[in-house]
DNA sequence: GGCTAATCGAGACGGTACGTCAAGTCTTGCT
DNA sequence: AGCAAGACTTGACGTACCGTCTCGATTAGCC
């Protein structure tokens, strides 16, 4: 899929604007994000990696923070759920490429920082969930149906209850998966993987049992 | 608790640091976090409002990171774990207790702009463990602990397992309601927090089984 | 005569420097001199007075003190030494002009201090030499040929001699009207430079004699 | 002779002054003079090299200015003036001992400095004049009244007019050297004084005769 | 093939904050 | 009282980025 930039009134005369420059100026944000982090980020630095003025930034994105948006959001699309036959399987396979995602420097420093200057950034925050969350949610989705298709979960009777538990397991895989890999800066090995999806498929039936 | 600027050798001579200046300075940080959030704070604001000098202020801290983690870490001292007769209670009391406290503008803005930066910073990260996470962790063992005392948990065979499967329940708490709460931007409600205490409770059963 | 900021190797593409900056930032920082005198003249004064941002100031000078030389220097060329009829009246005229444009009050405060701190600084001690001490020799060369076309002095023999007089009378006249108004701080006035005057009129030719 | 600080009122009681501290702060003011210059002295590295407190200094010099002043004043008392038979020989030899004594890179940086400083700073001026210039006067008044003894100048007739011509040949001489050692940049070597000493002799004569 | 209009690189611009430094004052406990 | 030590307030320093602006020079599509 791919990132867009500011969308712009489509203007019929005069110089198109280059897309070699939007892919490039994104390759060089990952790549500062990578050798320097987000907080030393400039925007006058990425211009000159990606062989750019800054006016071509900012004629595209209105400040770095959602031109850091755009150049991550592509990546989280790499994460796809392969069908390995059970609930748990599926869901240990997901959990350990999205920690692997986590672990990519320029994602790890790029994504918190971004989601803390959108507790104060309404515009920022629409971007990281269009761009980002809401997109990943189709891995819930797509995980709790299959389960659903092989029997390992009864079949849907409230559909307000089964978004919420939808939206409940998005936040605590991602949440706990966020937290052990930069909070807690705690390795997301194997046994830690068997114990997480242990503890989701063990107390999703308790769940179900809310109704 | 106190919250301890950066120590220092213990100088036996000379003017003593102003006890109540390093107060004033910590209350000033919280009141512009709340005014302003993480991205807009200065030191030179913080040193005005604290009606102190700069330098004051860079004597004690050497960044603003490590300002905002020590003006922050004394708010997660008020989390406490009254003893409400079930596993599930006590779980979702301090759930909500947590999320109120993210609510607050202060812990908001500051938390996940100081664990970002704590990505590309290790001494900043040892003072967000040390300050912060590992103080909270007593929350988790102590409602475990008296859980096994209620019986509603069995108890203790190997204390690796233990250790392993506190840790596992530390990070989705934790992580599933910062998630919850800053990512999604979705109410950490009483139904949600329902679904979540009864996700843990049913599955800890299954964790347990792993040994 | 146009004082020049820091010349620099002809960029033949971005935007242009502002000449009215230029001119602004060296009119306020004569404005600043005479309020406040060199040493409380600060770069930031000058630049809110000049209404121009501080990096302006220094994307063309360096530091205050080369700001300074080429503030003043502009003010020495206002010394001019027209025709009187005799020598000893020449003299008296520039003399006087001289110490008129010391008891301003921009150069007075000015003009030492950057001389002190040259002492310590090649290069400025060159920005000095070339914008205001060896532009103003003219004076003593167009004196001494004039006197020497009404045949008040010989004409020259030994070129190298009459260099090395040139340069006597130079730091007489100069040296002797700055230590008066600024070390002994008495009045330059007409009786002080009558005898000044009679003095080297009298003397030359003592000087003239020795070859 | 003993350079003077701040002159207190006679305290009874109490701890006495440190008669050391006196001279150790002088001297660590020449060698910081000698090291960094005027304009990068501290009071602190002051203060550091003579193994006293800052509050030491204060308690005796109101200023960094005041300070260098008496650490330097000292210095030009070494210039005496032994009867050389001639009056132009006992110029040249003053004139080079006051060059010798301006090559000296405490001298050097530090008298035009506070000169500057002096010229916006009243109290400054006069510790100037009466720490520095009045004292140095006696040479002028010295080397006139032997010349006149020895018949090479006219018995005073106008006391005031002496008194003029005094105060010119110090302005002179103070200001040509000044000039050409700290301005020109030039050295002042024999065959300058030379010409410097016979222009004064053979115009002095000049200057006789105006009354 | 010239016109129009938006693009491009470059770099100067007005700002804001940075983290440091020195000046001169104040506070503590010791002599 | 004087003193050493060192924290204090104040205010300027010179630098780094921000996001905007002005240049002259390219490109396109449209007449």
Redesign the interface.
Known sequence: MCSRPTPRPAPRTGRPRSAEADEAILEATREVLVEL????LTMGDVAGRAGVAKTTLYRRWANKNELVVDAVAVLFDELELPDLGSLQADIEHVVLQFAALLERPET??A???V??????DVPL?ER??ASI?ERQKRLVLDGRRRAQERGELPADRDPVSVD??D??I???V???????A?????PVDT??V???S??????????A??G
């Open positions: 982090g987000w907080s030393k790890k420093t994504l918190m920082a989601v803390a200057e959108s507790t104060r925050r990281i969930r969350v919420a538990t939206d409940l998005f936040d605590v991602a949440g706990a998966v966020v937290h052990r930069l909070v807690s800066a705690e046994a830690w068997n114990r997480l242990a503890l989701l498929v063990g107390g999703l039936g308790a769940v049992a809310l």
